[in-house]
């Protein structure tokens, strides 16, 4: 796959886009179509393909086995500490009105940190679960 | 899309296998953008065409396989499935029309979330907002079920097949 | 029953009885997930299709529509969607390490060596 000029130039290419696009989704998921998920996915596609172009230890000394294996796990413990905190500011377990100023303001920041966190967690499985399937047997 | 699962249904050779169902969910990505639902479409086709067809591929050459043989007895599920098929024709006989306005999946809950949406959740997308904030402990179940599941892989995984012989 | 949804529901009976066939019939076992996954979308589109209103809109709020196709079959199938590739993952897990136990992934020639070893 290394020695495939056009596959390289192209990916070289292409990765920075799809991360790019990957990132808009998370963030502008709340104005259009996107979200948590759909984001995750489509950053671990951008490492996946990296990956399969330049081999997995190119791919290991960009994403470390470590770093993915911490984010799998930070996605969720975020999502609880959310609403862990709408507790500890008066509310419910994730009730977001307590979170900001106005409820709708609460509402929105709470939004935010839960699709952030729901994309670190998929986008970390993904990756993690490539690694294991791609890594065995190596 | 249904020509692509006939030949699913009938090919043997996995790689085939597997190439068709990533353009049965691509093809099922399109349908669901034509039906309106922009995020689950731009979520099926993220995931069916592109992990899972991965995750195929990579079981696939693991597991060193190439052809599946045929079946034993193929006649016995075939009458399983198109019983099981005509049962659900009867089903969907009561089910109501789609695009029926007065349908109750227009009528119970969604016409509150779409006009008090904007205003409560402070975004104009209706389905993160339901999904992240009315719903939002349903979201906390998927996120940990997601999490199980690389668990799990992780578990079962983890060591290469030579160090356990 | 409009033409529409007499197609839609028609497709839909044809892909999970499809799928069915492919999980039920005696064979490969990546075969028999990926009939799995067909079944799964199939459902997809049994809860999807009532959703959308002719002439609504993708639900996502602004100011030149005002019908929008329901969000809420929306949001059951993008966790239901999640949760299937979880599985996937899992399942294809669960045969690579039949594979590398028993050396095949057609199903019956594992059922005859596990009869055979008892």
């Not at chain 1, 799809?18 to 259009?32: D, N, T």
């Not at chain 1, 303001?105 to 670190?120: M, N, P, S, T, Y």
């Not at chain 2, 899309?1 to 990505?29: C, D, H, K, P, Q």
């Not at chain 3, 028609?10 to 019939?25: D, K, W």
Request: charged share 15%; hydrophobic share 55%.
């Amino acid at each position: 796959m290394s020695d495939d000029l056009i596959l390289r130039v192209v990916t070289k290419i292409l990765i920075p886009f799809i991360v790019l696009f990957a990132l808009y989704v998370q963030f502008h998921g709340e104005y259009g179509p996107g979200g948590g998920f759909q984001a995750g996915v489509v950053a671990a596609a951008a490492f996946v393909l990296y990956g399969l172009v330049n081999g997995l230890d190119a791919l290991r000394r960009v994403a470390p086995e470590s770093v993915v294996e911490t984010m799998v796990g930070a996605g969720v413990l975020l999502y609880i500490a959310v609403g862990l905190a709408g507790i500890v500011l008066g509310g419910h377990y994730l009730d977001y009105s307590v979170l900001g100023g106005a409820p709708v303001d609460g509402q929105h920041r709470g939004i935010f940190w839960v699709e952030l966190g729901v994309g670190i967690t998929v986008s970390g499985v993904m990756l993690k679960v490539f690694y294991l399937f791609a890594g065995r047997r190596a | 899309m249904a020509l692509a699962v006939v030949a699913l249904v009938r090919t043997r050779v996995l790689f085939a296998v597997v190439v068709l169902s990533g353009v049965y969910s691509f093809l099922m990505g399109v349908v669901l953008f034509a039906l309106d639902a922009v995020d689950v479409a731009m979520t099926e086709a993220a995931v069916g065409a592109g992990v899972s067809t991965v995750l195929l591929l990579g079981a696939l050459s693991l597991c060193r396989a190439r052809e599946a043989r045929p079946a034993a007895r193929p006649w016995v599920p075939l009458v399983v499935a198109i019983g099981t098929g005509l049962l659900l024709v009867y089903g969907t006989l009561g089910l109501p029309l789609p695009s029926d306005p007065h349908a109750p999946v227009h009528t119970h809950v969604v016409p509150r979330y779409l006009e008090q949406g904007p205003a409560e959740a402070g975004i104009p997308n209706i389905v993160a907002a339901v999904l992240a904030s009315y719903r939002g402990f349903d979201t906390l179940g998927e996120v940990t079920v997601v999490f199980t599941a690389g668990i799990g892989v992780i578990a079962l995984l983890r060591r290469k097949a030579k160090e356990e012989r | 029953m409009n033409q529409f949804g007499a197609l839609s529901y028609a497709i839909t009976v044809f892909l999970m009885v499809a799928g069915l066939y492919i999980v039920i019939a005696r064979n490969n076992l990546i075969k028999t997930l990926v009939g799995l996954s067909i079944f799964q979308t199939a459902v997809y589109l049994l809860y999807i299709a009532p959703a959308k209103l002719p002439g609504g809109t993708a639900p996502v709020i602004s100011a030149e529509f005002d019908a929008y196709s329901s969000p809420l079959p929306h949001v059951l199938i993008l966790t239901a969607i999640v949760v299937g590739v979880a599985t996937m993952a899992l399942g294809l897990a669960i045969v690579v390490r039949i594979y590398e136990a028993y050396g095949t992934i057609e199903e019956d020639e594992i059922l005859n060596r596990d009869r055979e070893a008892r």
